[in-house]
Nanobody, 123 residues
Framework: QVQLVESGGGLVQAGGSLRLSCAASGRIFSNYAMGWFRQAPGKEREFVVGISRSGSNTLYADSVKGRFTISRDNAKNTVYLQMNSLKPEDTAVYYC????????????????WGQGTQVTVSS
């Protein structure tokens, strides 16, 4: 089992920044690829970004490319999501997720999920 706990969400004005963290425990963190997903009210959960086990490979959704940056610190068992130039359409609950091997853009491919953290961007 892997336990994931997100933090860092909040209310920010458009154009602002937030940094989300996802702390993992329970298994060897470096064995897991990680992903960030988000879910806005009334919408399906969608892929935001994924990072490989080593951190050397990443994949971003087009909607966040150039504004969001994912990173991980395997020594601290933590993955981060730096979000800059935030827009109202970024408002959602953000979830981190873990899976073995390579990251995926599909919700169904992830074995472990955090409880989510709310990000609200005001216009």
């Amino acid at each position: 089992q892997v336990q994931l706990v997100e933090s860092g969400g909040g209310l920010v004005q458009a154009g602002g920044s937030l940094r989300l963290s996802c702390a993992a425990s329970g298994r060897i963190f470096s064995n897991y690829a990680m992903g960030w997903f988000r879910q806005a009210p009334g919408k399906e959960r969608e892929f935001v970004v994924g990072i490989s086990r080593s951190g050397s490979n990443t994949l971003y959704a087009d909607s966040v490319k150039g504004r969001f940056t994912i990173s991980r610190d395997n020594a601290k068992n933590t993955v981060y999501l730096q979000m800059n130039s935030l827009k109202p359409e970024d408002t959602a609950v953000y979830y981190c997720a873990a899976r073995g091997f390579q990251y995926s853009t599909y919700v169904k491919d992830y074995n472990y999920w955090g409880q989510g953290t709310q990000v609200t961007v005001s216009s």
